[in-house]
Nanobody, 124 residues
Framework: QVQLVESGGGLVQAGGSLRLSCAAS????????MGWFRQAPGKERKFVAA????????YYADSVKGRFTISRDNAKNTVYLQMKSLQPEDTAVYYC?????????????????WGQGTQVTVSS
């Protein structure tokens, strides 16, 4: 199994920035990619960004392209999500997940393990 722990969420004003971290432990050698998703109250979990663990290829939802950057530190088994120009519509609980195989990075069902989530609130 893989355990994931997110951190870095908080309250920020519109236009501000935050950096989320997700630290992985356990059977990390099985990880093919890691992704960030977000879920607003009453809404489904939506894809934000993903990164392949070996090659570092990155993928983004259209809504965050140019504002968010996903990166990884293989030595620390940690993935980051740098978020800039935050807007109220970015408010959600942000989850990181990891998947063992290639495929569709944007589908939550393809991820095997999830963290507990971290709240991001953007005030107008």
């Amino acid at each position: 199994q893989v355990q994931l722990v997110e951190s870095g969420g908080g309250l920020v004003q519109a236009g501000g920035s935050l950096r989320l971290s997700c630290a992985a432990s356990g059977r990390t050698a099985s990880m093919y990619a890691m992704g960030w998703f977000r879920q607003a109250p009453g809404k489904e979990r939506k894809f934000v960004a993903a990164i392949s663990w070996s090659g570092g290829s990155t993928y983004y939802a259209d809504s965050v392209k140019g504002r968010f950057t996903i990166s990884r530190d293989n030595a620390k088994n940690t993935v980051y999500l740098q978020m800039k120009s935050l807007q109220p519509e970015d408010t959600a609980v942000y989850y990181c997940g990891t998947k063992r195989y290639s495929g569709t990075y944007s589908r939550p069902a393809e991820y095997d393990y999830w963290g507990q989530g971290t709240q991001v609130t953007v005030s107008s």
